[in-house]
């Protein structure tokens, strides 16, 4: 059974920085791309970022390019997100995804671990 289980989220004032973190379970972890959404309060689902199964290929939305880094760690069979000059709108839970295979792109939204809430205010 396919475990997604995401952790690090908290309050941070504005200009702040947080790590989340999704530990995985129940599949081979290194043999998947793996993506990270979020949901902000009142809205719909958004893509953040996706990784390649060995971490070399990254992308990120235009919203956090720059600010937030995806990485990997195929010993630890954990998903991580460095989340850094923290804005308010940022503030939304944090989902990470298992995609389907190797592609970026090829993952669906309803499988996603349960989530972690970061609050981004002063």
């Known amino acids: 059974e396919v475990q997604l289980v995401e952790s690090g989220g908290g309050l941070v004032q504005p200009g702040g920085s947080l790590r989340l973190s999704c530990a995985a379970s129940g599949f081979i972890f290194a043999s998947y791309a793996m993506t990270w959404v979020r949901q902000a309060p009142g809205k719909g689902l958004e893509w953040v970022a996706s990784?390649?199964?060995?971490?070399?290929?990254?992308s990120y939305a235009d919203s956090v390019k720059g600010r937030f880094t995806i990485s990997r760690d195929a010993s630890k069979r954990t998903l991580y997100l460095q989340l850094t000059s923290l804005r308010t709108e940022d503030t939304a839970i944090y989902y990470c995804i298992k995609n389907r295979g190797a592609e970026l792109d090829d993952y669906q939204m309803s499988s996603r671990g349960q989530g972690t809430q970061v609050t981004v205010s002063s």
């Open positions: 990784i390649s199964r060995r971490g070399i290929e990254t």
